[in-house]
């Protein structure tokens, strides 16, 4: 973030604002815990502050400090609304096109407040008055802690501040393992566990939640895995029956596109899953190395997010889906057997 951004947000900072702070659509570890911190600093600062998301998220995110705050535009239509018809700023944090608020984005595009975009993901859209976008980022909640800094309020950051940008720099690095976590990354974290991140509850609290349904779920999954070895590509799907049928609740699939690349000389991963009631294919992608996700997401399936993972959907059936995939992939077939693990 240059000179000239930092000083722009700490003049729109320098009296009491009311603000709202939008995370992307289902979000993830990454969107809720760098909103939320985002949330208590701003209100420690003395502006009123609240955390609006597009829709629900899943159970293992609901022990972090601040989410009995958090208003649901879905659940809590009206009072969400308000919020939002109030708010002279807006903090959009971990997406960079409007589209992706769901339900929300004719009200955000409607919009008279200032917009602050905060995100890592490639190709920023140009809603926002102020964009700090850097697709270097491990998280969005490396670049929330770096706001902070740069705002020289690093020793404003309180526990319950830590444990919520933890979190989400741990989700979005797959716990510390990705190519975008850097020295520093380790090092914020590092400064984080002395401000009272409790990394070891963290790690349990989000990752240690199986229930014998969701295993249940990922046996399906693996089972009707199909692997693609010349194009080293493993594709899986999981229909809304197969679903239904092991009691699927919100985040249940999360991580079952990473069992593919675990296999040998595999680098591209694809996981279909149907969602009847919103009449689509949510579509997630990981790849391992230069085979760039993003752009095949947002070619194929009106998607995107980064290099190495990104998401998409499709509105035709699941059969389509795959058929159009298989065939897309022509296309890639050559870069696809070039690559190396
Ligand atoms: P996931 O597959 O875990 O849902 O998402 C992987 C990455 O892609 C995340 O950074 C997420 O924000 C992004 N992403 C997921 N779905 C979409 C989508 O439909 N459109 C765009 N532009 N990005 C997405
Ligand atoms: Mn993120």
Known sequence: MNFEKIKAVRELLSSPQKIVIVPHKNPDGDAIGSSLALCFYLNGKGHSAAVVVPNDFPKFLKWLPGNDEVLNFEKQNSRAKEKLEEANLIFTLDFNHLGRSGQMTPLLEGSKAIF???????????????????????????MVYN?????GDRDAITPEMANCIYTGIMTDTGSFKYSSTTSRTHRIAA???????????????????????????????????????????VYITLSQEE???????????????????????????VIFIENKEEGI?????????????NEFARKHFNGGGHMNAAGGKSDVSMEQTVSNFLESLEEYKTELTQLVR
Request: hydrophobic share 35%; proline share 2%; net charge negative.
């Open 116 to 142: 602050v975009m905060i995100d890592h993901h490639q190709e920023p859209g140009d809603y926002a008055q102020i964009t700090y976008s850097d697709v270097n980022m491990s998280s969005t909640c490396e």
């Open 147 to 151: 706001l902070i800094e740069y705002l």
């Open 191 to 233: 400064d984080l566990i002395d401000k009272g991140a409790d990394n070891t509850s963290i790690h349990n609290l989000v990752f240690d939640t199986n229930t014998p349904s969701r295993l249940h779920l990922l046996g399906c999954a693996l089972k009707n895995m199909v692997i693609l070895e010349d194009y080293q590509t």
């Open 243 to 269: 679903l239904n049928l092991y009691g699927y609740q919100k985040g249940d699939t999360e991580g079952f596109v990473n069992y593919g690349l675990t296999l040998d000389g595999i680098c591209f991963a």
């Open 281 to 293: 294919i949510k579509i997630s992608l990981r790849s391992e190395g230069n085979f760039s996700v």
